[in-house]
């Protein structure tokens, strides 16, 4: 049970950090994406250098938009490449975290089905010794086996619920950031 509290304990602190830190990261991109949009659809004259100011908002949108800026003398394909590699390296750090809550998700049940094998190995112990008279000398292994079974699969059922929720966040930003970095690449540099 001590495992399958850890467990539990760290996979709750990541689904808070989680809410919290993704609905931070789309606040900020939002707002970035929004100014930005209004920026370049103005006329065309420092328009880029304004752009550039705003980028020193810490938010995925203005990392891979700073990287397009700084490549945009070099032609279309390389800002292209500039704009995919800032937006690889935005990827994992969005993600971050999900790896610990799958590993939760597959450990929890494997957890309460050792706990069930340890509490069947104690009843038949029990049995060993005091011989199959005695069902209340048999409740406690049987009762210890069901309820890590239960614990485990409380803590992976959840998880699981969240890790798919957080995993469908996260792609629907990365392609609104994708979206964000096609429109802003053609504004950019024309088509």
């Given at each position: 049970m001590?495992?399958?509290?850890?467990?539990?304990?760290?996979?709750?602190?990541?689904?808070?950090?989680?809410f919290?830190?993704?609905?931070?990261?789309e606040?900020?991109?939002?707002?970035?994406?929004?100014?930005?949009r209004?920026?370049?659809?103005?006329?065309?004259?420092g328009?880029?250098?304004?752009?550039?100011?705003?980028?020193?908002?810490?938010?995925?949108?203005?990392?891979?938009?700073?990287?397009?800026?700084?490549?945009?003398?070099?032609?279309?394909?390389?800002?292209?490449?500039?704009?995919?590699?800032?937006?690889?390296?935005?990827?994992?750090?969005?993600?971050?975290?999900?790896?610990?809550?799958?590993?939760?998700?597959?450990?929890?049940?494997?957890?309460?089905?050792l706990?069930?094998?340890?509490?069947?190995?104690?009843?038949?112990?029990v049995?060993?010794?005091?011989?199959?008279?005695?069902?209340?000398?048999?409740?406690?292994?049987?009762?210890e086996?069901l309820?890590?079974?239960?614990?485990?699969?409380?803590?992976?059922?959840?998880?699981?619920?969240?890790?798919?929720?957080?995993?469908?966040?996260?792609?629907?930003?990365?392609?609104?950031?994708?979206?964000?970095?096609?429109?802003?690449?053609?504004?950019?540099?024309?088509?």
């Amino acid at each position: 049970m001590i495992p399958l509290v850890i467990c539990s304990v760290m996979a709750l602190a990541i689904v808070i950090e989680k809410f919290i830190s993704i609905r931070g990261v789309e606040r900020k991109a939002s707002k970035f994406i929004g100014k930005t949009r209004k920026i370049l659809k103005s006329d065309k004259k420092g328009r880029v250098d304004r752009v550039l100011a705003l980028c020193k908002i810490a938010s995925p949108p203005a990392r891979i938009l700073k990287a397009a800026i700084e490549k945009k003398e070099r032609g279309r394909e390389e800002v292209k490449e500039a704009i995919v590699d800032a937006g690889s390296l935005e990827v994992p750090y969005l993600g971050r975290y999900l790896r610990i809550l799958e590993t939760i998700v597959t450990i929890a049940p494997l957890l309460g089905l050792l706990g069930t094998v340890r509490g069947m190995i104690r009843a038949f112990n029990v049995i060993e010794r005091t011989g199959v008279g005695q069902p209340g000398a048999l409740a406690g292994g049987i009762s210890e086996a069901l309820y890590t079974t239960a614990f485990g699969l409380g803590i992976a059922i959840p998880c699981l619920v969240f890790y798919n929720y957080f995993t469908h966040r996260t792609e629907r930003f990365v392609r609104k950031l994708e979206s964000f970095s096609s429109e802003f690449l053609e504004l950019l540099v024309g088509r």
